[in-house]
């Protein structure tokens, strides 16, 4: 089997649980759950979040449970069902963790609002006539924990991913090293959530345990200890010192370009509300990169981690690479330089395929007759017709499915696009150059699909000739160029 002579992975990430706003995704996904009890979550999962220590050689923080101790063992709870993980995580809490949990205000007031049920009045009737039974009110407090984390985190999606997160910056690259070993460089992304959730009482503006400068500073100093590194800076058009500190940090070496993250509620170009100042902000931030030369990579898929999960309002959308179309065909921003994460999505790509259509991908047709096509549509075509866009596979989780024939449709339609690329004259640009490796790990923990993600592509590009000849552009190549530098 042919192998890459080297990889770049163009989406990963580093960041902990302290860098997110933890309280608004919680009441984004889960909005009916009380606002102390959303609260006092969120205040656990920042005790337990360690921290690398990054100015000097101590590793990091001691385990926060006992079954961290052993990452096989951390790795099969993840494996496990709600109900077990939750009961083992709390179960393995040193007791001096719980001490502060339970001392908190917060957390406190959420456990008094739990239900009580037949077993918790029994031992609290115990309590009151043993009062010196610490063994019962212990593990009566650890029962309303339990229900607690159960409240919010039965309709919460990303749990396992937020319980990955709470390991320490160190820990969580060092997990990716080993994983993924035989990749040269690491791309990461960074997330700037301030004021795209939903306000409260409790979370003005969303704010996270780091604030942004000091989240970036501290990639910075991991890029300074790990040289395989390479970071994209967080664009966020809702704060006003957003591009300032693009600005400031772009010039270290160690970081090449923005994340662009629409699913926080804002369009890549939005022409009917140009004037409004977050659209005014996304302008001066492609006028910035197109000046200095500095790659975009944007979500680009309807589904993730979103600032508005439901209805109408699903920030989703602003994902279309529709918008990213209009945007481009202004003559001014035509060589912008972007690569649309995920190629889409999966949608697209797995699809049914035949090789004697005309059709790459296939459109839905609606009741009212409009045929409506996937984001993997869009994102083929622009990187086909303008010279800097790109795109990236990264979480396309297909490559995983059960039924064999998802990923079979996957592979005849690349290779469907490579053997028509051989003619020169059929598009401007070659999608075989512009296609780009990336695992979007650590969120692939979420789906237990964190494993192998290269192994698969590898597999991918042996089915044949016409996908082989390409391996190296697909993982390392087309990289260079997107990066602008020279492994």
Known sequence: MQQPKKIIDMHTHIFTLKYLPVYGAIKSYVPKVPDNTAKAIEKIFLY???SSFLNNTK???????EVEKNELEFDFLLEQDDNTIISTFVDSLHDDLLNVIFSDKYIQKAILEVEDDEVDKQYMNQIQYDEKSEVIKWYLLKRKLKKLLNIVLKGFYFFKWFLFMTKSEKSIYTKLVKRYSNTTKFVFHMLDGYEAFNDTIYTKGNPTYYKIEEQIQRMKKMVELNP???GFLPFNPFRDNSLKLIDKYIGFEGFKGVKFYPSFGYKPYDRENISLKVNKSIIELYDFCLNKNIPILTHCTPDGFQSQPYGENNSGKNCNPKYWEELLSIPKYNRLKICLGHAGGVDGWFDEFDETSDEVFIGTTLSNGEVVYPYAKKVYELCVN???????????????HENPNKIKNYI?????IFKQEENEDIKDYKFSDKIMFGTDWHILYNHGIQDNYDKKYIEIFNKNEYLKKHIDKFFYKNAEKFLDIKL
Do not use: A, D, W
Not at 412 to 416: A, E, N, S
């Open 228 to 230: 395989n590194l390479i």
């Open 412 to 416: 005849k339609r690349l290779t469907y």
């Open 386 to 400: 303008y010279p800097n866009v790109y795109c990236e596979v990264g979480f396309l989780s297909h490559i995983y």
């Open 59 to 65: 590793q990091e923080e001691y385990p926060f449970f």
């Open 48 to 50: 337990i979040t360690r």
